[in-house]
């Protein structure tokens, strides 16, 4: 009976340890990370977890991505992100659809701060993906919304992805009938422009 509780309560310890030890990414984007218009298990994101199975195998991943996202609505849903998974790191990729839209650049610039903010404060480790717009929407509105990303960045002392779509955007072959969205076909080189910068962050945990 006594060697039982002894097993039973070793079995605890143990499972209780592997739990400390688990770490979680929590990507929190809009459409170009849920995987829009292709199998979600092709996306980037699906990638970057079977990738990290076989590099980091103690990393869960946590997609709360949503097409069509704003940085206000990323806003007003983050706090409840981070209580309920609490993320060790925090790959923020907002701000397209607000380029999209033209919405004012220093909401954007507020709505990104805001979430960084409350990511940090989380003590999560926050990787902040830039974008890019095209430019029939002005010299000034796309060289301001372009540079947001870099000022923030320094900012807070976040490491950055220039741009997530460097290398796909503008290639039809890499692109859907919508000449927006990256296809199948691109999602591997987008994991590629994330993993030079979240590579750092990661921890190998026995």
Known sequence: ??????????????????????????????????????????????????????QYPSY?????????????????????????????IVILELGANDGLRGLPIAGMRNNLTSMIKASLEAKAQVLLVGMMIPPNYGPKYTREFTSSYATLAKEYKLPLVDFLLDGVAG????????GLHPNANAQERILDNVWKQLKPLLKTVK
Request: aromatic share 8%; proline share 2%; glycine share 8%.
């Open 60 to 88: 869960q991943v946590i997609n709360a991505s949503i097409s069509g996202e704003t940085t206000s609505g990323g806003n007003s849903r983050i706090k409840a992100a981070l209580q309920q998974h609490k993320p060790d």
């Open 171 to 178: 290639k039809a072959e890499l692109t859907q009938a919508d």
């Open 1 to 54: 009976m006594m060697f039982r509780f002894i097993l039973l309560f070793s079995l605890a310890l143990t499972c209780c340890g592997n739990a400390a030890y688990a770490a979680t990414i929590l990507v929190y984007g809009d459409s170009l990370s849920a995987a829009y218009g292709i199998p979600r298990e092709h996306g980037w994101v699906s990638l970057l977890e079977n990738r990290l199975k076989q």
